[in-house]
T-cell receptor
C-alpha cells in the first residue's frame, strides 16, 4: 500500500530535550516536505527536499532541522524544543517538485501531535 | 501575513444543502489552486484542483469556481452529506517555485443529517 508513515504519532516532551520525528514514504517520491498545522493558520511549510541531499527552508524553519540521506526518509529534528513548537506536524511527499497537476499532488502522512511542556 | 485567506472558519449545513467555502489570495504569481479534505486523525488529502486558465472545474458533487480578476476561488459541495463533514483547506502554489503549497486557515464543515 502506497503511504507516508510518521513516528511517533503522539509525543509529549519537555523544553530543551532533543527529539526526532521520522517520516518515510514507499512511493519512490522525489519531493518531501514537513508542515505544521495550527488552529486558524492552516498548514505552514517548515522544510522541503527536492531530492536526496537537497533541502531548503519553507515558511517557518526556525527551531527545526531536517536531513535527506535516503530517498524514502525525511526526519524532522527539534534540537531544543520550546512550547511554541507544540503543534500537529505532517510529512508529505510527491512524485516531483513541479506542482501544477494531480500527478504531482502531495500525499500526507497521518500526523504527529507534539506537546512541549 | 497569510497569503491565502479562507472563510468561513466553520460551517454547518443540512443534509442535501450546498456548502460554500471561499478563498482569496494576494500573490498573482500563484498558478495552481488545490483543495484538500481532512478527516479527524488523518492527514489532508487532495480533493480537487484548478489552474487559472479555467473558471470552473467540477468533479462529482464538488465544484471549484475561480475568479482571476478578483483573486478569489471557492469550493461548492452540492447535495452535502454527513460523510462530507471534515476540515477543508484551500491552497495555492507556483509551478516555477517547486511544490510549495501555501494553505488557507481551514474550514470545519459539519453536515447535519
Amino acid at each position: 500500500e502506497a503511504q507516508v508513515t510518521q513516528n511517533p504519532r503522539y509525543l509529549i516532551t519537555v523544553t530543551g530535550k532533543k527529539l526526532t520525528v521520522t517520516c518515510s514514504q514507499n512511493m519512490n517520491h522525489e519531493y518531501m516536505s514537513w508542515y505544521r498545522q495550527d488552529p486558524g493558520l492552516g498548514l505552514r511549510q517548515i522544510y522541503y527536499s527536492m531530492n536526496v541531499e537537497v533541502t531548503d527552508k519553507g515558511d517557518v524553519p526556525e527551531g527545526y532541522k531536517v536531513s535527506r540521506k535516503e530517498k524514502r526518509n525525511f526526519p524532522l529534528i527539534l534540537e531544543s524544543p520550546s512550547p511554541n513548537q507544540t503543534s500537529l506536524y505532517f510529512c508529505a511527499s510527491s512524485r516531483s517538485w513541479a506542482s501544477g497537476s494531480s500527478t504531482d499532488t502531495q500525499y500526507f502522512g497521518p500526523g504527529t501531535r507534539l506537546t512541549v511542556l | 501575513q497569510q497569503q491565502v485567506k479562507q472563510s468561513p472558519q466553520s460551517l454547518i449545513v443540512q443534509k442535501g444543502g450546498i456548502s460554500i467555502i471561499n478563498c482569496a489570495y494576494e500573490n498573482t504569481a500563484f498558478d495552481y489552486f488545490p483543495w484538500y479534505q481532512q478527516f479527524p486523525g488523518k492527514g489532508p488529502a487532495l480533493l480537487i484542483a484548478i489552474r487559472p486558465d479555467v473558471s470552473e472545474k467540477k468533479e462529482g458533487r464538488f465544484t471549484i469556481s475561480f475568479n482571476k480578476s478578483a483573486k478569489q476561488f471557492s469550493l461548492h459541495i452540492m447535495d452535502s452529506q454527513p460523510g462530507d463533514s471534515a476540515t477543508y483547506f484551500c491552497a495555492a502554489s507556483m509551478m516555477n517555485a517547486g511544490n510549495m503549497l501555501t494553505f488557507g486557515g481551514g474550514t470545519r464543515l459539519m453536515v447535519k443529517p
